[in-house]
T-cell receptor, first 114, second 112 residues
Framework: GDSVTQMEGPVTLSEEAFLTINCTYT??????LFWYVQYPGEGLQLLLK?????DKGSNKGFEATYRKETTSFHLEKGSVQVSDSAVYFC?????????????FGSGTRLSIRP | DAGVIQSPRHEVTEMGQEVTLRCKPI?????LFWYRQTMMRGLELLIY????????DSGMPEDRFSAKMPNASFSTLKIQPSEPRDSAVYFC??????????FGSGTRLTVV
């Protein structure tokens, strides 16, 4: 079945460092891809998305490009801030689900040191 | 738009008691999802509804768990009887046909 694999955390970086969180997927068909972020004590929030191959999603300085040839959707940010500390989830939507069911990865905890 | 509203935010109950979690989805969203999040198991999809009809409840852990969606603006997740291993954060999310979820803030359940 469809699945998402993302790098295990925790990831600890210093402020202003470059961030990459790897995500690969397995899917039949052409899913939409998402990154969600969960801040402490809150629910998941959509960070960015891409709906077709070569699309780039971006938001708040984060970017991810839908790479069909490598089945990847890696999350990047050029200069992280302490406020980016959170758990990040890569996800895909099931194109054959009538309810647009989303399949989540296991999450990557990111901690940024001042 | 108030977003997805869950209640209560926190629930502490004794083992064996019935627990009911509530969710109000975003108006106009036709799909609703219940998730459970724990440190050990991460984010697990319990059940989801499309147009108020349960589509897939294969993630519901046991018969002690049940969910209903009597109308488009309300859903409940019930645990009866509750057990300490049910302690987790339970999230509700809703989506429209265009896709992408909106999550509620969750209910933190502690069963002692």
């Amino acid at each position: 079945g469809d699945s998402v694999t993302q790098m295990e955390g925790p990831v600890t970086l210093s402020e202003e460092a470059f961030l990459t969180i790897n995500c690969t997927y397995t899917a039949t068909g052409y899913p939409s891809l998402f990154w969600y972020v969960q801040y402490p004590g809150e629910g998941l929030q959509l960070l960015l998305k891409a709906t077709k191959a070569d699309d780039k999603g971006s938001n708040k300085g984060f970017e991810a490009t839908y790479r069909k040839e490598t089945t990847s959707f890696h999350l990047e940010k050029g200069s992280v801030q302490v406020s980016d500390s959170a758990v990040y989830f890569c996800a895909l939507s099931d194109p054959y689900s009538s309810a647009s069911k989303i399949i989540f990865g296991s999450g990557t905890r990111l901690s940024i040191r001042p | 738009d108030a977003g997805v509203i869950q209640s209560p935010r926190h629930e502490v109950t004794e083992m064996g008691q019935e627990v009911t979690l509530r969710c109000k989805p975003i108006s106009g969203h036709n799909s609703l999802f219940w998730y459970r999040q724990t440190m050990m198991r991460g984010l697990e999809l319990l059940i989801y509804f499309n147009n108020n009809v349960p589509i897939d409840d294969s993630g519901m852990p046991e018969d002690r768990f049940s969910a209903k969606m009597p109308n488009a603006s309300f859903s409940t997740l019930k645990i009866q009887p509750s057990e300490p291993r049910d302690s987790a954060v339970y999230f509700c999310a809703s989506s429209s046909e265009r896709g992408g979820y909106t999550f509620g803030s969750g209910t933190r359940l502690t069963v002692v």
